[in-house]
Antibody, heavy 121, light 107 residues
Framework: QVQLVQSGAEVKKPGASVKVSCKAS????????ISWVRQAPGQGLEWMGW????????NYAQKLQGRVTMTTDTSTSTAYMELRSLRSDDTAVYYC??????????????WGQGTLVTVSS | EIVMTQSPATLSVSPGERATLSCRAS??????LAWYQQKPGQAPRLLIY???TRATGIPARFSGSGSGTEFTLTISSLQSEDFAVYYC?????????FGQGTKVEIK
């Protein structure tokens, strides 16, 4: 079955970086994109960006430009999201999700289980 | 940027009753709209895409309608497992975006 499995929870200090992984299985990785979505405690869903697993093209949310980098490793069917210069308001659960459009601009199915990133001094 | 607005913020419904959730886009998104269900401590789950197509395995009591700027998710007869938060998402334009969610709670 199609599945996305994310890396474990992280605790980081302000100013540090975090890199979350998302390993895909059950489908042809390069036929879809991966979007990243985060959810702060008790809040709604915030789209962070998208990467094509086919050619590595990306599209990032404007508010995160310059701090976020999304990459893929097609040899292991894994997507990565790195967020730098962490602040307390980056504390959230981070989700990866398969984007059903190869060019981006699709719906998300399925989702990974989520990775809690806590930023605290 | 397209702003998605959901209403109401909270909907109190008795089991077996019908629930109607609304989602409005600040400009047309055609039929490029999805609905997700999220339960506490879980990842969101796709319910509807293309405004009205149920995802694989989604019960027929869930239905979506609308196009352009006005969309509706209807749950025809609420079951205990349907009490959750529901989000709409537009994928017509970058950046894709979500509504703020509607919490469906037990009345």
């Amino acid at each position: 079955q199609v599945q996305l499995v994310q890396s474990g929870a992280e605790v980081k200090k302000p100013g540090a970086s975090v890199k979350v992984s998302c390993k895909a299985s059950g489908y042809t990785f390069t036929s879809y994109g991966i979007s990243w979505v985060r959810q702060a405690p008790g809040q709604g869903l915030e789209w962070m960006g998208w990467i094509s697993a086919y050619n590595g093209n990306t599209n990032y949310a404007q508010k995160l430009q310059g701090r976020v980098t999304m990459t893929t490793d097609t040899s292991t069917s894994t997507a990565y999201m790195e967020l730098r210069s962490l602040r307390s308001d980056d504390t959230a659960v981070y989700y990866c999700a398969r984007d059903r459009s190869v060019g981006g601009l699709g719906w998300f199915d399925p989702w990974g289980q989520g990775t809690l990133v806590t930023v605290s001094s | 940027e397209i702003v998605m607005t959901q209403s109401p913020a909270t909907l109190s419904v008795s089991p077996g009753e019908r629930a109607t959730l609304s989602c409005r886009a600040s400009q047309s998104v055609s039929s490029n709209l999805a609905w997700y269900q999220q339960k506490p401590g879980q990842a969101p789950r796709l319910l509807i895409y293309g405004a009205s197509t149920r995802a694989t395995g989604i019960p027929a009591r869930f239905s979506g309608s609308g196009s352009g700027t006005e969309f509706t998710l209807t749950i025809s007869s609420l079951q205990s497992e349907d009490f959750a938060v529901y989000y709409c998402q537009q994928y017509n334009n970058w950046p894709v975006g979500f509504g703020q969610g509607t919490k469906v709670e037990i009345k």
